[in-house]
T-cell receptor, first 115, second 110 residues
Framework: ETGVTQSPTHLIKTRGQQVTLRCSSQSGHNTVSWYQQALGQGPQFIFQYYREEENGRGNFPPRFSGLQFPNYSSELNVNALELDDSALYLC??????????????FGPGTRLTVL | AQRVTQPEKLLSVFKGAPVELKCNYSYSGSPELFWYVQYSRQRLQLLLRHISRESIKGFTADLNKGETSFHLKKPFAQEEDSAMYYCALSGLSGNTPLVFGKGTRLSVIA
């Protein structure tokens, strides 16, 4: 069983550009959640995908979008990058079930810097 | 509104001393409460959740609905406990997102 992986580890973009971040879920997990963690803050929920459909969204603008693929890997896309988008982006996979049995497993994150 | 408050950014204690990391929350309904930990150069991982009522690595946390608190405690701190600790909540049904506090950095001094 492999854990959650994310790529790339870090990248640098300039304002106005577009970026795609990737996440590979833990084996068997059909749900992925994306979080943004700004410096000195806790992770903030962006959105969640369950079986390839968006299944909840936090307070982020539409230029943050995502995809989940049949193998349950996923992407986070951010258009028209802004300086405030600089953050650590985390994905977490889970397999929803009974309460107490749906732990979210986090990846190591992608550090995005927008100049 | 759903909110998690961790009032301390940094907590320093001596090895062997008791530890209490504070967490207060606001939530309309009955939430599930968690503590996540991030050790240096490692990923965020679940430490414990109130629904399982387990003690992990000597840490315990009791949900106090009256005070809307979920403080993390350990009677005797160890150096390896030094890490970033995040309190979080979610709804009780599956697939609900986590709402995190800003975190408390625990430093255990030898």
């Amino acid at each position: 069983e492999t854990g959650v992986t994310q790529s790339p580890t870090h990248l640098i973009k300039t304002r106005g550009q577009q970026v795609t971040l990737r996440c590979s879920s833990q084996s068997g997990h059909n749900t992925v959640s994306w979080y943004q963690q700004a410096l000195g803050q806790g992770p903030q929920f962006i959105f969640q995908y369950y079986r390839e459909e968006e299944n909840g969204r936090g307070n982020f603008p539409p230029r943050f979008s995502g995809l989940q693929f049949p193998n349950y890997s996923s992407e986070l896309n951010v258009n028209a990058l802004e300086l405030d988008d600089s953050a650590l982006y985390l994905c977490a996979s889970s397999l929803p079930g009974l309460a107490g049995d749906d732990e979210q497993f986090f990846g190591p994150g992608t550090r995005l810097t927008v100049l | 509104a759903q909110r998690v408050t961790q009032p301390e950014k940094l907590l320093s204690v001596f090895k062997g001393a008791p530890v209490e990391l504070k967490c207060n929350y606001s939530y309309s309904g009955s939430p599930e409460l968690f503590w996540y930990v991030q050790y240096s150069r490692q990923r965020l991982q679940l430490l414990l959740r109130h629904i399982s009522r387990e003690s992990i690595k000597g840490f315990t946390a009791d949900l106090n609905k009256g005070e809307t608190s979920f403080h993390l405690k350990k009677p005797f701190a160890q150096e390896e406990d030094s890490a970033m600790y995040y309190c979080a909540l979610s709804g009780l049904s599956g697939n609900t997102p986590l709402v995190f506090g800003k975190g408390t950095r625990l430093s255990v001094i030898a």
